[in-house]
């Protein structure tokens, strides 16, 4: 497939193809006509390497994990060496620290919520916030 039915079809931007392209996430060989083009596993590739920016690691990180995952279903391949899996899990570690933080932001809120509104944050005010943040 072409470049632009790659990006249609993982909702990322032909630039961030080709940046992963140069950062060797991701691999292309060229038409005849010199066009970049891509294998059917590249959709798979693509939103792996976005979960995996989601979740905070650097490129480098990722290039260093990639071949440790099967792209179709993200499970682990018999490839990873002990320093990434150390790697890994400081990686983890620091999100589970910004999850922590965010929750704390969160009971901050509901605090001033409350106050605000004189509701407790689970009553109707609240499930009338969620239902206009799908």
């Known amino acids: 497939m072409r470049i632009g039915e790659l990006a249609r079809r993982t909702a990322v931007s032909v630039r961030s193809l080709r940046y992963y392209e ?14 970049r083009a891509y294998d059917e596993g590249a959709v798979d590739r ?3 390497i976005q979960e995996l920016y989601a979740a905070g690691l650097c490129s480098s ?4 994990l990639l071949p440790c995952m099967r792209d179709a279903d993200g499970g682990p391949s ?4 002990p ?4 790697e890994l899990c400081e990686q983890r570690e620091r999100l589970d620290r910004m999850i922590a933080e965010l929750a704390r932001a969160r009971e901050v809120l ?5 106050a605000a509104s004189g509701e407790p ?4 005010l609240a499930r009338a916030g969620e239902d206009q943040n799908p």
């Open 22 to 35: 140069q950062q060797g996430l991701l691999a292309s060989h060229r038409t005849p006509g010199g066009h």
């Open 46 to 48: 693509v939103i792996r």
């Open 61 to 64: 990180k990722i290039a260093a």
């Open 78 to 81: 018999p490839a990873a060496t």
């Open 83 to 86: 320093l990434l899996v150390t």
């Open 110 to 114: 509901d605090g001033v919520i409350e």
């Open 121 to 124: 944050v689970d009553g109707p």
